[in-house]
């Protein structure tokens, strides 16, 4: 079945250091894939989505390729601030699953960023 | 738009009683998801609807959990009875139709069954 594996966290990076958070997947058809962010005591909000191979998808300074060769969509980020700490959620919609409509999360990692 | 709304916030109660979650999705959307999340065990999907059926309740942990959605505008998620083991906070979600949709979230009810 589809799943999304993260690397493990946490993550902590001191202030303008650079980003990675790894992100690979496995899906039977063509997912749509996304990053969602979950800042302290609040719901998940997306950050950014890409919906076919080659496609990169950016927000406030993040970006993801969607690489569907390496089937990854690693989040990067050349500059990162103390308001990035968060917990990243990686995710796919897979529009051949059985479950059309459903999204599949990896299981988060969180970035905490000291100044 | 006012986004997805929960209620309540918070809720602490007693084992044994029961426990009723309400959302409103945002007006126009076709799902609607129902999730808990904890340290432990992360983010788990509970169950979702699409037009106000449920489609998957795959994830609902047991009998004491339900769910139900009388229209497009309302859900419930219900816990009878609670037990510790409950302590969560639990989202509710919705999208438009269509795998390529974000899902947008609201707030969350956190929950303590003490």
């Known amino acids: 079945g589809d799943s999304v594996t993260q690397m493990e966290g946490p993550v902590t990076l001191s202030e303008e250091a650079f980003l990675t958070i790894n992100c690979t997947y496995t899906?039977?058809?063509?997912?749509?894939l996304f990053w969602y962010v979950q800042y302290p005591g609040e719901g998940l909000q997306l950050l950014l989505k890409a919906t076919k191979a080659d496609d990169k998808g950016s927000n406030k300074g993040f970006e993801a390729t969607y690489r569907k060769e390496t089937t990854s969509f690693h989040l990067e980020k050349g500059s990162v601030q103390v308001s990035d700490s968060a917990v990243y959620f990686c995710?796919?919609?897979?529009?051949?699953?059985?479950?059309?409509?459903?999204?599949?999360f990896g299981q988060g990692t969180t970035l905490q960023v000291k100044p | 738009d006012a986004g997805v709304i929960q209620s309540p916030r918070h809720e602490v109660t007693e084992m044994g009683q029961e426990v009723t979650l309400r959302c409103k999705p945002i007006s126009g959307h076709d799902y609607l998801f129902w999730y808990r999340q904890t340290m432990m065990r992360g983010l788990e999907l509970l169950i979702y609807f699409n037009n106000n059926v449920p489609i998957d309740d795959s994830g609902m942990p047991e009998d004491r959990f339900s769910a139900k959605m009388p229209n497009a505008s309302f859900s419930t998620l219900k816990i009878q009875p609670s037990e510790p083991r409950d302590s969560a906070v639990y989202f509710c979600?919705?999208?438009?139709?269509?795998?390529?949709?974000?899902?947008?979230f609201g707030p969350g009810t956190r929950l303590l069954v003490l």
């Open positions: 899906a039977t058809g063509y997912p749509s």
């Open positions: 995710a796919l919609s897979d529009r051949y699953s059985s479950n059309t409509g459903k999204l599949i």
């Open positions: 979600a919705s999208s438009l139709s269509g795998f390529q949709e974000t899902q947008y």
